[in-house]
């Protein structure tokens, strides 16, 4: 029930122009790329509209091996976004595998379970940031404006 409440909160934060960062847009004459690896349809519906409110042009996969697939092709994207459980690897072992690609994307791990083990297998694997389900358009538009001063 939390969670549902979460969404419609962060909906209506986009339905009515709220500013996610809380001072205005993030203007920018850079285009941000995400890939979303989610198999969930509610939150990619959610996480895409909270990333194009932010100018960020989004792809999304729904499953762990589909991003690793998709990034073996040579895609770059200046942020990842992984979900917890993904259907044949969860998210953990893709993270671990894209930093063995090489690939230095600001990785952001998202869940809708907390715990502090999960926050641990995590960040070993390589995420940057831990984030709990649904994604906070607040948290997006720090995020991207840190990047944006990168």
């Known amino acids: 029930m939390e969670q549902l409440s979460k969404i419609n909160n962060n909906e209506k934060s986009i339905q009515q122009g709220f500013s996610p960062s809380g001072c205005g847009d993030l203007i920018s004459t850079r285009k941000f790329t995400a890939l979303v690896v989610d198999n969930d349809q509610i939150c990619q519906i959610i996480e895409k509209a909270i990333l194009e409110s932010q100018g960020v042009e989004?792809?999304?996969?729904?499953?762990?091996?589909?991003?690793?697939?998709?990034?073996?092709?040579?895609?770059?994207?200046?942020?990842i976004i992984i979900a917890w459980v993904l259907p044949m690897m969860n998210g953990v072992e893709t993270t671990r595998q894209i930093r063995a690609m090489g690939i230095r994307s600001k990785l952001l791990a998202v869940t809708a379970c907390f715990d502090e083990r999960k926050k641990k297998a995590f960040l070993d694997a390589?995420?940057?940031?831990?984030?709990?389900?649904p994604l906070n358009p607040r948290k997006v538009a720090s995020i991207m404006r840190e990047m944006k001063n990168d």
Do not use: R
């Not at 390589?126 to 389900?133: A, L, Q, R, S, W």
């Open 126 to 133: 390589g995420v940057d940031e831990f984030i709990e389900k």
């Open 58 to 79: 989004t792809q999304f996969v729904g499953s762990g091996i589909d991003a690793l697939d998709l990034l073996a092709t040579g895609a770059n994207f200046d942020i």
